[in-house]
């Protein structure tokens, strides 16, 4: 009987979920791993932040690449001055959203070297997607602009 009740006890408190602490820890480990470290360095280098720059400009601003690189400078510089609220906004979220388990596989998947290779190569994959689509975007925002401004003015 002590068997079955031992047994029965072992298998609640495996179903139980878990508690915020071993959530958070997984969520310190998971943003903390040296390739989530150095996607959010690349995101927030200065070289990034003049690419983005200079995508979010209109055709006719016409800037000089030094303008453009001063202007990534002072960017990443303020990023990184945030880098710290995100990276609470990133814990606060995955806390949120994922669960103990969800978390285990994406630290066992980044932890491989597949996983970390993969998580390189997002960040200059969402920078050629961006920059293959924003030209797109923004000329759809500037061909709907007439119709915007209608009904903000209705």
Same mark, same amino acid.
């Given at each position: 009987?002590?068997?079955?009740?031992? !047994? @029965?006890?072992?298998?609640?408190?495996? !179903?139980?979920? @878990?508690? %915020?602490?071993?959530?958070?820890?997984?969520?310190?480990?998971?943003?903390?791993?040296?390739?989530?470290?150095?996607?959010?360095?690349?995101?927030?280098?200065?070289? #990034?932040? %003049?690419?983005?720059?200079? #995508?979010? #400009?209109?055709?006719? %601003?016409?800037?000089?690449?030094?303008?453009?690189?001063?202007?990534?400078?002072?960017?990443?510089?303020?990023?990184? &001055?945030?880098?710290?609220?995100?990276? &609470?906004?990133?814990?606060?979220?995955?806390?949120?959203?994922?669960?103990?388990?969800?978390? &285990? %596989?994406?630290?066992?998947?980044?932890?491989?070297?597949?996983?970390?290779? !993969?998580?390189?190569?997002?960040?200059?994959?969402?920078?050629?997607?961006?920059?293959?689509?924003?030209?797109?975007?923004? @000329?759809?925002?500037?061909?709907?602009?007439?119709?915007?401004?209608?009904?903000?003015? &209705?």
């Amino acid at each position: 009987m002590r068997r079955f009740v031992f !047994a @029965a006890a072992l298998a609640l408190t495996a !179903a139980l979920p @878990a508690t %915020a602490d071993e959530l958070e820890n997984l969520v310190d480990q998971y943003v903390n791993l040296p390739s989530n470290q150095s996607m959010l360095d690349s995101m927030l280098s200065p070289e #990034m932040m %003049a690419q983005q720059i200079a #995508m979010s #400009m209109p055709p006719e %601003a016409n800037l000089s690449d030094d303008k453009i690189a001063r202007l990534g400078d002072l960017m990443a510089g303020k990023m990184q &001055e945030l880098r710290p609220d995100m990276v &609470e906004a990133m814990k606060t979220a995955m806390v949120a959203h994922f669960t103990t388990e969800e978390l &285990e %596989a994406l630290l066992e998947f980044y932890q491989k070297d597949a996983g970390a290779s !993969a998580m390189s190569k997002m960040q200059p994959y969402m920078a050629d997607f961006t920059a293959q689509i924003m030209p797109k975007f923004s @000329a759809m925002q500037q061909q709907m602009l007439p119709e915007i401004i209608a009904i903000i003015e &209705e």
